[in-house]
Structure formats: structure tokens, C-alpha cells
């Protein structure tokens, strides 16, 4: 408990540090002291930073849904332009000094030179009459015409600076957030398997991962997922984890075109951690009923000649549930080829210890927000495609949708269909 409070103690001091440096320079240094664009902006930096915290707190503390979806939008989206202006204006500050130097060039240059003219005499002024030395970095109000030599050179860098930073943060979230309501793109992967018969050569699997149902994707979401993985006419489809952020009293209308799904051989699911937030025991039930088959720590035989197993997340671990390894896959022949649905990657070295050829997982969004990939790398062995672990292969997946701001930067989504190999073909 100690532990966690420092933790929020130092991500909450960090909020406060940041948010007044995107204040100072958006707000404190592009405004005259008293104005209408200061004031909005001050509201504006303590009301963002509120709906935020309200997005990722209503979920979690059970407010009506319609509130959910009422605060995740702004809440959300804020979180992703707080990082990109973040990143642009600190960027910004190795622009600052030679702008404001190549101007003060320029004004020194075009200065014409004055003969020497004897100082006037000092007025005195009344120790009454005397006023505070103006603040450099407030300017008077200019009019919509001033050019940048009516108003200070300092200024003026700080509005260019400013507005290119706002510029390019609107850019990004814009161009990422487009990318999410998309939807995925189907990525091909061909995995060659030593142990795959001949005739199972080229089956096919869509594997879809991190859908994330919630306040902001929904319903419509689903079904171009849905259309997406039915046009790749797959052998079998694998769901592996964190399908949504809610109930199912909330979300299970939005989940409902899963069942539409079709595959020759059967779609299947894994929980994710996401689960285990919402009622996993309701949502396995639920996508049972909509025509999945959830696997649980347990394994069945493909008709094309491998074992296909699933394992609960680590996360249901905190439940009693959690993954199991020795039933899904202890008393399996090894000498058959077994496929692993997994949602963390984390478990690969189980999956290592157990025989498995391959784990399908998701878990990371593949970092979702650049550069989040390179904390995502710090706590996975895999953050996504396709690499070797002793005798078993990891694919790990982007995923489908996004987690918090519908944005992703860096890391497209994806739909991807594994193709199996048979190196006897």
C-alpha cells in the first residue's frame, strides 16, 4: 500500500510538473496578463487534466455508462495531445534561441545609424507617480494586422514555437485516432512448423487480439472487425484477450456481431487482463453464447493434425483463475504440433517448459502511443511480430483496437492471418 502510494504520489506530481509547462508556454508566454484567451486557457488546463482522471476512474467506480462515454472522449483524447504538445514544445525550446537570435540579427542589420545625440536631462518623477517595471513576456494587445516588429521578438517566437507545437500534436492525434476508427488491416504472417502434417499446410488462422469494447468503441467497431476477419475466409479464428472495458450489462449489445464470425474449424477466446476488470466469468459465459468457444487451461485436437490450447490470464490469477499450464498441456502427445492461445507474452517461457510450437498473444498494442513501445519492450519479451524462443515461436499481435485515447501513433492496428507451414510440403 505504501508502495502504491508513492507510485501516485510521483505519476501525480509528474501531471502537475507537465501540465504547467504546456500552461507556461501555450498559455502564460502567447497571452497579455487579464485577457479572454488566458483565462480560457487556464480553465481549460484544469478542466482537461479533471475529465482525464474522470475517463479512467468511472469505468472503475461504476458510473452510468452514458457518463462514461460522456467524459472518455475529451478525457481520453487529451491524454494523447498532452504527450505530443509535450514532446513538440520540448522539442520547441532547441528552436526557441535561434529564432530569437536570427531575428535579432535581422532587427540589428535593418537598424539605420543615428549621429550621437547629447542626453536629455532626467524628469524627475514623483515617488507617487512611479510605476512597476512592465513584465517582458507581457506584451499590449495587438491587433489582428500587427507585424512582428509592432510586437516583441520574444513573443512573437513564442506563438510560433506555440502554434507549430499545437499544430503538429492536432496533426498526430488527428492522423491516429483516424487510424483506430478505421479499423484493422490484415497483416499476413507465414510460420513454418516442423511438427504440422502435410495436410495442414497453409491453414489458416486470424488471430485478433485487444478489441476493447468500451465508452468509445462499440458496436460499429465490432462489425467492421467482424467483416474484416470473414473476408480473409480463415481455417479458424482465435480471440485472445481483452475483448472489453465494461460489462456486460453495458457492452453486451456492442459484442453481439461476434456472432457472425465464421471459420471452418470454430472461432475460439482467451481472457486478456482487461477481463478480469469487467466480470470474466460473465463475459466467457456471454461469448460462449454468441458462438465462441472460450479456452479455458484446456486443449482440444484441430481435424488438420495439431492441438489447439488456451490458457487464462495471469491477471485471473488474483481470482483463483489465472493460467495452468500442466492442464492444458501436460498429457498432450507431444510428437502433434500445438498452437497456444495466450493473451500476455509474458508466459512464452511456460509455453518453452510445456512443448508448444507456437503462442499466439497480444497484450502490448505494439505500444499504441510512440514511443510507449520502448516502456512496452521493458515488460515484454515480445512486443509485436514474430520471433524464436528455444523451440517455440511467439507472434504477438498488435491488436485490434485501443486502450484509453482511441489513438494509436507508430503502431497500426491489425487483424493478422498466421498461415501454417508444413515443412514436409
Known amino acids: 500500500?505504501?508502495?502504491?502510494?508513492?507510485?501516485?504520489?510521483?505519476?501525480?506530481?509528474?501531471?502537475?510538473?507537465?501540465?504547467?509547462?504546456?500552461?507556461?508556454?501555450?498559455?502564460?508566454?502567447?497571452?497579455?496578463?487579464?485577457?479572454?484567451?488566458?483565462?480560457?486557457?487556464?480553465?481549460?488546463?484544469?478542466?482537461?487534466?479533471?475529465?482525464?482522471?474522470?475517463?479512467?476512474?468511472?469505468?472503475?467506480?461504476?458510473?452510468?455508462?452514458?457518463?462514461?462515454?460522456?467524459?472518455?472522449?475529451?478525457?481520453?483524447?487529451?491524454?494523447?495531445?498532452?504527450?505530443?504538445?509535450?514532446?513538440?514544445?520540448?522539442?520547441?525550446?532547441?528552436?526557441?534561441?535561434?529564432?530569437?537570435?536570427?531575428?535579432?540579427r535581422r532587427a540589428r542589420a535593418g537598424a539605420p545609424a543615428a549621429a550621437p545625440v547629447a542626453a536629455p536631462e532626467p524628469v524627475p518623477v514623483p515617488e507617487h507617480a512611479r510605476s512597476a517595471p512592465e513584465e517582458p513576456a507581457e506584451a499590449a494587445p495587438q491587433s489582428a494586422t500587427a507585424t512582428p516588429g509592432e510586437v516583441s521578438r520574444r513573443l512573437f517566437v513564442s506563438r510560433v514555437v506555440g502554434g507549430a507545437a499545437v499544430a503538429a500534436a492536432v496533426g498526430t492525434v488527428g492522423y491516429g485516432t483516424y487510424g483506430v476508427l478505421r479499423g484493422p488491416r490484415v497483416k499476413r504472417v507465414t510460420v513454418p512448423l516442423a511438427k504440422i502434417p502435410r495436410a495442414a499446410h497453409g491453414y489458416r488462422i486470424?488471430?485478433?487480439?485487444?478489441?476493447?469494447?468500451?465508452?468509445?468503441?462499440?458496436?460499429?467497431?465490432?462489425?467492421?472487425?467482424?467483416?474484416?476477419?470473414?473476408?480473409t475466409q480463415p481455417d479458424l479464428i482465435a480471440v485472445v484477450g481483452d475483448l472489453v472495458d465494461g460489462t456486460v450489462e453495458n457492452l453486451g449489445s456492442a459484442a453481439e456481431p461476434l456472432a457472425r464470425l465464421r471459420a471452418r474449424h470454430g472461432s475460439f477466446f482467451v481472457t486478456g487482463n482487461h477481463e478480469y476488470f469487467s466480470g470474466a466469468d460473465a463475459w466467457v459465459d456471454h461469448v460462449r453464447e454468441l458462438g465462441l468457444r472460450p479456452l479455458r487451461n484446456?486443449?482440444?485436437?484441430?481435424?488438420?493434425?495439431?492441438?489447439?490450447?488456451?490458457?487464462?490470464?495471469?491477471?485471473?490469477?488474483?481470482?483463483?483463475?489465472?493460467?495452468?499450464?500442466g492442464r492444458a498441456l501436460g498429457d498432450r502427445d507431444r510428437a502433434r504440433a500445438a498452437v497456444l492461445l495466450a493473451h500476455q507474452p509474458?508466459?512464452?517461457?511456460?509455453?518453452?517448459?510445456?512443448?508448444?510450437?507456437?503462442?499466439?498473444?497480444?497484450?502490448?498494442?505494439?505500444?499504441?502511443?510512440?514511443?510507449?513501445?520502448?516502456?512496452?519492450?521493458?515488460?515484454?519479451?515480445?512486443?509485436?511480430?514474430?520471433?524464436?524462443?528455444g523451440d517455440t515461436q511467439l507472434y504477438v499481435s498488435r491488436g485490434a483496437g485501443a486502450w484509453g485515447p482511441p489513438v494509436r501513433v507508430g503502431a497500426p492496428s491489425d487483424i493478422t492471418v498466421v498461415e501454417l507451414a508444413s515443412k514436409q510440403a
Do not use: C, K
Open 206 to 231: 486470424a488471430v485478433v487480439s485487444d478489441i476493447h469494447l468500451g465508452p468509445i468503441l462499440g458496436r460499429a467497431h465490432t462489425q467492421r472487425i467482424v467483416d474484416t476477419i470473414n473476408s
Open 298 to 325: 484446456e486443449r482440444l485436437e484441430i481435424a488438420a493434425g495439431f492441438d489447439l490450447a488456451g490458457v487464462d490470464d495471469v491477471a485471473g490469477e488474483s481470482e483463483g483463475q489465472g493460467p495452468d499450464f
Open 346 to 389: 509474458i508466459v512464452v517461457h511456460d509455453a518453452v517448459r510445456h512443448g508448444v510450437d507456437l503462442q499466439l498473444s497480444g497484450h502490448t498494442h505494439g505500444g499504441q502511443l510512440w514511443p510507449g513501445n520502448y516502456l512496452a519492450e521493458l515488460a515484454n519479451p515480445t512486443v509485436a511480430g514474430l520471433e524464436r524462443y
Open 1 to 104: 500500500m505504501v508502495v502504491f502510494l508513492l507510485v501516485l504520489i510521483v505519476v501525480l506530481a509528474l501531471l502537475g510538473a507537465v501540465h504547467w509547462y504546456v500552461w507556461r508556454r501555450l498559455v502564460r508566454d502567447v497571452t497579455t496578463r487579464g485577457s479572454l484567451p488566458r483565462r480560457l486557457g487556464t480553465v481549460a488546463v484544469v478542466v482537461l487534466p479533471l475529465l482525464s482522471f474522470a475517463a479512467l476512474a468511472s469505468s472503475r467506480a461504476g458510473a452510468p455508462f452514458v457518463l462514461q462515454q460522456v467524459v472518455a472522449w475529451p478525457g481520453f483524447l487529451w491524454l494523447a495531445l498532452l504527450l505530443y504538445v509535450t514532446l513538440a514544445l520540448a522539442v520547441g525550446e532547441a528552436v526557441r534561441p535561434l529564432l530569437l537570435r536570427r531575428l535579432d
